[in-house]
T-cell receptor, first 114, second 114 residues
Framework: DVKVTQSSRYLVKRTGEKVFLECVQDMDHENMFWYRQDPGLGLRLIYF???????EKGDIPEGYSVSREKKERFSLILESASTNQTSMYLC?????????????FGEGSRLTVL | AQSVTQPDIHITVSEGASLELRCNYSYGATPYLFWYVQSPGQGLQLLLKYFSGDTLVQGIKGFEAEFKRSQSSFNLRKPSVHWSDAAEYFC????????????FGTGTRLLVSP
């Protein structure tokens, strides 16, 4: 079975803390994505990666960075967490190269910043 | 740039009744279209997808969707709703070329009444 695993389902952090969200996929997919989900706004793309050590900004990259040192792992980093980054974060992967295809999602990481 | 509109934020349907969720997209060429479902506290699961060919596509859990180019629509339907269908539904559109990204609508929350 296809599997995208997000290591933390729930996190509570304080303003100014550095936050790491980890995502691992076991499908040997080239592409990995981080989305943010907020009520009434749907899913918005933060960053994506189409290869190891490669990254591209999505629609809302401000305040975030990413790391992809290995093909199976894609990390989202909040350098200095702020309350407006309280949200659900969804990781996804796909294996279609540069042609749009199906995304496989993890179960999400719900982050609360106090 | 592509965009997706889901005009209904909430829909309530009686169990056993039929369902139609609306999705309109904006894209210059023939799009790739998807419907995803998200159960509470979970990630997104693909229901069905349209790439080309037959404009009526069948998905999992008894869902189907029809691509209508003239109306720029990709509405999701189910003839008889079950209580377990209560969830949030997202329509998404993908670009044919370039990096693989999906743009999601804001979602429609389906409530099923007894």
């Amino acid at each position: 079975d296809v599997k995208v695993t997000q290591s933390s389902r729930y996190l509570v952090k304080r303003t100014g803390e550095k936050v790491f969200l980890e995502c691992v996929q076991d499908m040997d997919h080239e592409n990995m994505f981080w989305y943010r989900q907020d009520p009434g706004l749907g899913l918005r793309l933060i960053y994506f990666s189409y290869d190891v050590k490669m990254k591209e900004k999505g629609d809302i990259p401000e305040g975030y960075s990413v790391s992809r040192e290995k093909k199976e792992r894609f990390s989202l980093i909040l350098e200095s967490a702020s309350t407006n980054q309280t949200s659900m974060y969804l990781c996804a992967s796909s294996g279609w190269g540069r042609v749009t295809g199906e995304l496989f999602f993890g179960e999400g990481s719900r982050l609360t910043v106090l | 740039a592509q965009s997706v509109t889901q005009p209904d934020i909430h829909i309530t349907v009686s169990e056993g009744a039929s369902l139609e969720l609306r999705c309109n997209y904006s894209y210059g060429a023939t799009p790739y279209l998807f419907w995803y479902v998200q159960s509470p506290g979970q990630g997104l699961q693909l229901l069905l997808k349209y790439f080309s060919g037959d404009t009526l596509v069948q998905g999992i859990k008894g869902f189907e969707a029809e691509f209508k180019r003239s109306q720029s629509s990709f509405n999701l339907r189910k003839p008889s709703v079950h209580w377990s269908d209560a969830a949030e539904y997202f329509c998404a559109v993908g670009a044919y070329t370039g990096f693989q990204k999906l743009v999601f609508g804001t979602g429609t929350r389906l409530l099923v009444s007894p």
